[in-house]
Nanobody, 118 residues
Framework: QVQLVESGGGLVQPGGSLRLSCAAS????????MNWYRQAAGKERELVAT????????NYADSVKGRFTISRDNAKNTVYLQMNSLNLEDTAVYLC???????????WGQGTQVTVSS
């Protein structure tokens, strides 16, 4: 059974930091690129960051570049999102997604809420 379980969300003040984790099981994690998305209330889902299956290539949305860092540990089947200098606009549900382009397969987690508020 495929599972992606996000954790690490919560309430943080502007300027603060959070580290999200996404633990994967039920598929060969090291064969999949991993992505973090976010969806704020009333807005469309937005791709935040992507990391290649081996971790050598990363990409970020302009809105988070320089503040967020995506990383992965294939030995632990886990992808991370380090979020620094958080601002009110970062408030959203953050979801991870696994993708494998050659097969077209993708898997989604359920998400974790991040709220930035003073």
């Amino acid at each position: 059974q495929v599972q992606l379980v996000e954790s690490g969300g919560g309430l943080v003040q502007p300027g603060g930091s959070l580290r999200l984790s996404c633990a994967a099981s039920g598929f060969t994690f090291s064969m999949y690129a991993m992505n973090w998305y976010r969806q704020a209330a009333g807005k469309e889902r937005e791709l935040v960051a992507t990391i290649s299956n081996a971790g050598g290539i990363t990409n970020y949305a302009d809105s988070v570049k320089g503040r967020f860092t995506i990383s992965r540990d294939n030995a632990k089947n886990t992808v991370y999102l380090q979020m620094n200098s958080l601002n009110l606009e970062d408030t959203a549900v953050y979801l991870c997604k696994a993708t494998r382009r050659v097969t077209g397969r993708e898997y989604w987690g359920q998400g974790t809420q991040v709220t930035v508020s003073s």
